[in-house]
């Protein structure tokens, strides 16, 4: 199982990479492989501005669909568009195609709550 040192994480199952003031976030390769086959992700919160732990969008697998929180406050700014052409990109590649939200982070303070990758291993018995 993949869980790169570099990025953070939730207890959510959702990663996070910083770059400056913007989260890049997407689920875990941990998440995919517990949803199965994803077959549509839904974003209908482009441009609006949410609290932590507020729902952002859900992931629909062919057995089940799940709500994403957003780990961080902020304006969700970019959602990825070949998301809608191709959700498979978050079984192959959840760390880099499969990439879901961009977040202008209003609260970086935030960021010292997210879990680390060793807190994340320990979260999921890895």
């Known amino acids: ?5 570099e990025l953070k994480y939730t207890k959510d199952h ?3 990479r910083m770059e400056g003031d913007v989260a890049i976030i997407g689920i875990t390769d941990f998440a995919q ?3 199965g ?9 482009l441009d609006e501005t949410l ?3 507020e729902v952002f969008g859900t992931v ?3 057995k089940t669909v799940s709500d994403l929180f957003v780990p961080l406050s902020g304006e969700i700014i970019e959602f990825n568009e070949e998301l809608e052409d191709a959700p498979e990109n978050v079984n192959t590649d959840p760390y880099g195609a499969g990439w879901m939200v961009k977040i202008k982070v209003s609260d970086l303070a ?3 709550d997210l ?3 060793d807190d994340y291993k320990s979260l999921i018995g890895a």
């Open 110 to 112: 935030e960021v010292d």
């Open 115 to 117: 879990l680390s990758a």
């Open 1 to 5: 199982m993949n869980i790169p040192a």
């Open 33 to 35: 492989g517990e949803l």
């Open 14 to 16: 959702e990663w996070i």
């Open 60 to 62: 629909e697998a062919v």
């Open 51 to 53: 609290k932590r732990e």
């Open 37 to 45: 086959d994803i077959v549509y992700v839904e974003v209908e919160t």
